[in-house]
């Protein structure tokens, strides 16, 4: 199914093509589906996303919406990670990089753009803060 794949290929992208040596010391934080964390190291980002189609009569162009979950005990890292996952998907229809990362893919990513953005404080049990990035990403499936 292209959904599973347009989500761990664009994870794996942000894993491999963000410059992680100026925001993490050239640690790649781990990139978890939503399921649970149990205890991973921060930083950690937990990732889902919501099917969607973009019209009843355009049924073929998808129109997904992914969130990004960043999770740290270290506030200023954590925003150099959201603004590093934010610079590389909030291209709008510049989606050059993302289409380069997957030529042999089974869909093709038309747009990209962020809709939604929040920070939290830190929860009292785990003292962890955590900010969400939501994109919605639109494609057609080939």
Not at 33 to 55: A, K, N, Q
Not at 72 to 101: C, F, H, P, Q, T
Not at 114 to 140: C, D, H, M, Q, W
């Amino acid at each position: 199914m292209a959904n599973k794949e347009l989500i761990y290929d664009i994870t794996a992208a942000l894993s491999e093509d963000i410059d992680w040596a100026e925001i993490n010391d050239g640690n790649i934080p781990e990139f978890i589906p939503i399921t649970g964390y149990d205890d991973t190291v921060v930083p950690f980002v937990l990732y889902s996303f919501l099917p969607r189609i973009e019209d009843v009569e355009r049924y073929y162009i998808l129109n997904d919406s992914v969130r990004y979950y960043i999770y740290d005990n270290d506030i200023e890292r954590m925003w150099e990670i959201s603004r590093a996952i934010r610079e590389y998907l909030n291209v709008g229809d510049g989606v050059g990089a993302i289409k380069a990362r997957m030529p042999d893919a089974q869909y093709r990513v038309l747009s990209s753009e962020l809709v939604y953005g929040a920070s939290f404080p830190a929860l009292e049990r785990e003292g962890f803060t955590n900010t969400v990035n939501e994109f919605k990403i639109k494609y057609v499936l080939l």
